[in-house]
């Protein structure tokens, strides 16, 4: 499985940037899907999850309200749009890709893209 992000880039804080994510070779009807980041300095930390149908949003309490993550209209993507940007979100983000929702929040479960620059300046 191979997992690709883009979309990063550098956004004033309150503005808005949006991620996309396509896992390929996925050897299973439908992956679970979501985003992780990794700020300097800091351990890796969830932020979205969506389910292998759409359903099953969910968002870390850092992000919510202010972040939005759907399935793309490809199958096996998924989109992360990030409004109300903070200096706090800078971090390089990651997509991953799971089959199982357990695999998802294991570290060494699923399939990891190689990040994307987010930096949000003040």
């Known amino acids: 499985v191979q997992v690709a992000e883009s979309g990063g880039g550098v956004v004033q804080a309150g503005g808005s940037l949006r991620l996309s994510c396509a896992a390929s070779g996925v050897p299973f009807n439908r992956a679970v899907m979501g985003w992780f980041r990794q700020a300097p300095g800091k351990t890796r930390e969830f932020v979205a999850q969506?389910?292998?149908?759409?359903?099953?949003?969910r968002y870390s309490d850092r992000v919510q309200g202010r972040f939005i993550a759907s399935r793309g209209d490809a199958e096996n993507t998924v989109v992360l749009q990030m409004n109300s940007l903070k200096p706090e979100d800078t971090a390089v983000y990651y997509c991953?890709?799971?089959?199982?929702?357990?695999?998802?929040?294991?570290?060494?479960?699923?399939?990891w893209g190689q990040g994307t620059q987010v930096t949000v300046s003040s």
């Open positions: 991953k890709a799971a089959r199982y929702l357990s695999d998802f929040y294991e570290s060494d479960g699923g399939s």
């Open positions: 969506v389910g292998w149908n759409g359903g099953g949003i």
